[in-house]
């Protein structure tokens, strides 16, 4: 699998020369596996950037995996270009809620007076999930996602192809109220997908 990193940056988009290196977008991560499949991490505002790339090589199919609803996790969504292209098929997977199903959450966002164009409008084929608990395949690789510790419904995916994985966890906090070193590894948040990682890419909020 490859792995490129579009937004790194919490809470709020900061481009300009102070964050080239590091990157100035908020939370978006691509993963293109060896089957041609591209899963993409988050919706942050790296996430247009990400769209104008893809319309030089437009993939069949994508993917998006949403690990929790915080704005700096969903505004880039909305500039998606490929959301725009009529027919493509944009499965949109998140952290389930006992209170409203994922599209409608995410419509809050994308309606007026929010954003001008409403998610009901627009030409992609979009489909709505919960987050996999259970391994789900998709081309050569497998994924499952798994409740961390944050605030609101959060979850961190784990990816895996031809034995090597990769784990995505931001906004996580495995030690809120507690010192990590006095919480067994079995109660500790996200130790169940991270645990023997090859790439770990972690944010302590």
Not at 8 to 16: F, I, K, N, Q, T
Not at 127 to 155: L, N
Not at 158 to 181: A, C, K, M, Q, T
Request: proline fraction near 7%; glycine fraction near 10%; include cysteine.
């Amino acid at each position: 699998m490859r792995v490129r990193v579009w937004g790194c940056r919490g809470s709020v988009a900061a481009p300009g020369a102070e964050t080239v290196k590091y990157g100035g977008n908020t939370s978006c991560v691509e993963v293109r596996l060896e089957s041609g499949h591209v899963l993409v991490l988050d919706a942050g505002t790296g996430m247009r950037a990400l769209g104008v790339e893809m319309q030089r090589d437009e993939p069949d199919s994508i993917v998006v995996l949403l690990t929790h609803l915080h704005l700096d996790h969903l505004q880039g969504l909305g500039f998606f270009r490929p959301l725009y292209v009529p027919g493509l098929d944009i499965s949109v997977w998140g952290p389930a809620s006992p209170v409203q199903k994922l599209a409608e959450r995410i419509a809050m966002y994308l309606s007026p007076p929010l954003f001008p164009v409403h998610l009901d409008d627009v030409q992609s084929f979009v489909t709505f999930h919960d987050a996999p608990e259970e391994p789900m395949i998709i081309g050569s690789g497998s994924i499952r996602a798994s409740k961390v510790q944050h605030q609101g419904p959060t979850v961190g995916y784990r990816i895996e192809e031809n034995g090597r994985s990769f784990v995505y966890l931001p906004d996580h906090e495995p030690s809120l109220g507690n010192e990590l070193r006095t919480i067994p590894v079995e109660w500790m948040s996200g130790y169940d997908i991270a645990c023997d990682a090859d790439v770990l890419f972690h944010d302590a909020q």
